[in-house]
T-cell receptor, first 116, second 112 residues
Framework: GAVVSQHPSRVICKSGTSVKIECRSLDFQATTMFWYRQFPKKSLMLMATSNEGSKATYEQGVEKDKFLINHASLTLSTLTVTSAHPEDSSFYIC????????????FGPGTRLLVL | SQKIEQNSEALNIQEGKTATLTCNYTNYSPAYLQWYRQDPGRGPVFLLLIRENEKEKRKERLKVTFDTTLKQSLFHITASQPADSATYLCALRGSTLGRLYFGRGTQLTVWP
């Protein structure tokens, strides 16, 4: 099956710093990648959809200047949490879809962010 | 807006029995319905996808049904094992490239 990786798996940072999370599709080209956030015992909340080479589409209520998304290649998307604050602490998960009739989204293992 | 309900937050069954999880939806006509497994601290793992024109799909001990009239999907795990214990998520999708809408999940515990 298709494999999606995320790096880092967990990160602890100080308040005010920026954190970059990488999402890679390892064995397929992902025309579309999605970024989710998940709180404990809650379902996944879609933050944004990114298509390779174009600007991301953010869901209502998600600050685009706070959560910068770049999808520069067909195998890599990055999410940068800028000027992180404790309330940004969460589990961030990406998923990728090949788009060429690929109906399934494959998820990365997630990144646990803790902002002190 | 779309609403997706998974029958219960938690389901406990004995090893060897069949686990049946329910996913109901309203205000939506999905082209695809997918089931994922999620373990604590991990991303969801894809299990099965069923299309709107399919009634049933099987994969090893897993079976999914899709009733677009009832707006319901049933997910069955036969001969359940303690290793099947996890949270199972139902997700709907309107098109090939469209976003997924997730239910809140059902936490399944299989006890020996």
């Amino acid at each position: 099956g298709a494999v999606v990786s995320q790096h880092p798996s967990r990160v602890i940072c100080k308040s005010g710093t920026s954190v970059k999370i990488e999402c890679r599709s390892l064995d397929f080209q992902a025309t579309t990648m999605f970024w989710y956030r998940q709180f404990p015992k809650k379902s996944l909340m879609l933050m944004a959809t990114s298509n390779e080479g174009s600007k991301a589409t953010y869901e209502q209520g998600v600050e685009k200047d706070k959560f910068l998304i770049n999808h520069a290649s067909l195998t890599l998307s990055t999410l940068t949490v800028t000027s992180a604050h404790p309330e940004d602490s969460s589990f961030y998960i990406c998923s990728a879809s090949s788009g060429d009739g690929g109906e399934t989204q494959y998820f990365g293992p997630g990144t646990r962010l803790l902002v002190l | 807006s779309q609403k997706i309900e998974q029958n219960s937050e938690a389901l406990n069954i004995q090893e060897g029995k069949t686990a049946t999880l329910t996913c109901n939806y309203t205000n939506y006509s999905p082209a695809y319905l997918q089931w994922y497994r999620q373990d604590p601290g991990r991303g969801p793992v894809f299990l099965l996808l069923i299309r709107e024109n399919e009634k049933e799909k099987r994969k090893e001990r897993l079976k999914v049904t899709f009733d677009t009239t009832l707006k319901q999907s049933l997910f069955h795990i036969t001969a359940s094992q303690p290793a099947d214990s996890a949270t199972y998520l139902c997700a709907l999708r309107g098109s090939t490239l469209g976003r997924l809408y997730f239910g809140r999940g059902t936490q399944l515990t299989v006890w020996p």
